[in-house]
């Protein structure tokens, strides 16, 4: 892969799939929910302003083939649809180690 063009690289790391806000049920979606990255796109101005404020990305590198299903996300700053190949600011885990607290 070239250095000069990294967005190519399927990226895939923190996602919404591990993400504890998510529910664990795969529900189907269809090809034309997705974008060309396997992202879902928000449906309205509402969804684009917390979309925008939690930076909901779709990940780079993927394809619609790699999201066969989406799941709800449960937190009240997004409340909406995502898949595999989305993160947003507010990705966590019940596993995640931050050295500052205290385990």
Same mark, same amino acid.
């Given at each position: 892969m070239s250095k000069n063009n990294p967005a190519k690289e399927k990226v895939v790391g923190t996602n919404c799939y591990?993400?504890?806000f998510v529910a664990n049920n795969n529900?189907?979606?269809?090809?034309q929910e997705l974008n060309n990255e396997g992202g879902i796109?928000?449906?309205? +101005?509402?969804?684009?302003d917390r979309a925008e404020n939690a930076d909901l990305i779709?990940?780079?590198g993927g394809s619609?083939? *790699?999201a066969s299903s989406? +799941?709800?996300c449960y937190s009240k700053k997004i409340e909406m649809y995502v898949t595999a190949r989305m993160c947003?600011?507010?990705? *966590?885990?019940?596993g995640?180690?931050?050295p500052w607290k205290k385990q």
């Amino acid at each position: 892969m070239s250095k000069n063009n990294p967005a190519k690289e399927k990226v895939v790391g923190t996602n919404c799939y591990n993400c504890k806000f998510v529910a664990n049920n795969n529900e189907p979606v269809t090809p034309q929910e997705l974008n060309n990255e396997g992202g879902i796109n928000p449906k309205n +101005r509402e969804e684009m302003d917390r979309a925008e404020n939690a930076d909901l990305i779709t990940l780079p590198g993927g394809s619609k083939a *790699d999201a066969s299903s989406k +799941r709800l996300c449960y937190s009240k700053k997004i409340e909406m649809y995502v898949t595999a190949r989305m993160c947003c600011a507010y990705w *966590d885990n019940e596993g995640v180690i931050r050295p500052w607290k205290k385990q």
